[in-house]
Nanobody, 120 residues
Framework: QVQLVESGGGLVQAGGSLRLSCAASGSIFSINTMGWHRQAPGKQRELVAS???????NYADSVKGRFTISRDDAKNTVYLQMDSLKPEDTAVYYCKMVVQSITRYQYIHWGQGTQVTVSS
């Protein structure tokens, strides 16, 4: 089994910064794409950013230039540095990983979610 544990959410004023972390543990052979999604009240979950095993990144237009995704494969961890936060960034943030198990099958795993609240 694989578990994802998130940390780093909280309350911050507009213009501030937060750094989210998500660490995976368990029966892991390798991790392909790592990413962050978010869901605001009354809205659908949306992709925020993702990074492939080769280092290619993808960002939602709303966060380009403000958020930076990175990964540390030695630690099976993905990070999301969020700068210049806006009230509209308020949401529950979920990490997502495409994990190849020791049996070589790939599975999608989600973190439990961490609340990010940006006050105006």
């Amino acid at each position: 089994q694989v578990q994802l544990v998130e940390s780093g959410g909280g309350l911050v004023q507009a213009g501030g910064s937060l750094r989210l972390s998500c660490a995976a543990s368990g029966s892991i052979f390798s991790i392909n794409t790592m990413g962050w999604h978010r869901q605001a009240p009354g809205k659908q979950r949306e992709l925020v950013a993702s990074v492939t095993s080769g280092g290619s990144t993808n960002y939602a237009d709303s966060v380009k230039g403000r958020f930076t995704i990175s990964r540390d494969d030695a630690k099976n961890t993905v990070y999301l540095q969020m700068d210049s936060l806006k009230p509209e960034d308020t949401a529950v943030y979920y990490c997502k990983m495409v994990v190849q198990s020791i049996t070589r099958y790939q599975y999608i795993h989600w973190g439990q979610g961490t609340q990010v609240t940006v006050s105006s």
